[in-house]
Each structure stands twice: as C-alpha cells, then as structure tokens.
C-alpha cells in the first residue's frame, strides 16, 4: 500500500509561484493515477488537477487551467503541481491522493496525503 506525503506549501503573495510534491512509500506508486485536490476554509474539499498512470492524460479544474501544471516522475515516486500566478483564491490545504484511473471525483481516490498549506496574500 502505497502513502502519501505533500511539501512546498507556503506563504506568497499574488502572482508568485509554488511547486507542491507528493512523494509516495511502497513500490506501487506508477499503478496509480494520482490527483491534488484543495480545501479552503468554509468550503468543501474540490478537485484541482489529475495525471494518468503513465502522464499521458491530464485534467485541470477550469479555475487553474493555463497557470498549473501537474506531473510526475515514477522513478522517484513523486508527483508535482506547479502553480503559478498565484491568487488569493488558491489560499487552501492542498492533498494528493492515489486513484485506479485519473478522474475528478474525490470519492474516486483511494489513498490521501495529510496537506500542505498554501496561503497567498493581496
């Protein structure tokens, strides 16, 4: 069974960047599609970006289409977002989370990271 660990959250301002990792134990990392989701405060849990198995397939949520990009490195068992032109919108916890085929929907994922804070301040 593979867990799950994010890093790189923070505190920025508008229109910087972070790059968020998920770094996966076991040794079943690349049979996984893999997702970030994100919770604000007040709101529900949303779904943020979602990578094939093998990264030939991707979905954005509309919100960060053109400013983040998710992808992964099955040699080192870790998947990325890379978010840029930060908002204060993005202000959440953000998770990784393991699913058997990339797909929008939390109740998709299986296996889920603690978070990682990302705040951006006006």
């Known amino acids: 069974q593979v867990q799950l660990v994010e890093s790189g959250g923070g505190l920025v301002q508008a229109g910087d960047s972070l790059r968020l990792s998920c770094g996966a134990s076991?040794?079943?990392?690349?049979?996984?599609?893999m997702g970030w989701f994100r919770q604000a405060p007040g709101k529900e849990r949303e779904f943020v970006a979602t990578?094939?198995?093998?990264?030939?397939?991707?979905y954005y949520v509309d919100s960060v289409k053109g400013r983040f990009t998710i992808s992964r490195n099955n040699t080192k068992n870790t998947v990325y977002l890379q978010m840029n032109t930060l908002q204060p919108e993005d202000t959440a916890v953000y998770y990784c989370a393991a699913a058997a085929f990339p797909g929008t929907q939390e109740k998709e994922y299986v296996l889920w990271g603690q978070g990682t804070q990302v705040t951006v301040s006006s």
């Open positions: 990578i094939s198995r093998g990264a030939v397939t991707t």
């Open positions: 076991g040794r079943t990392f690349s049979h996984y599609a």
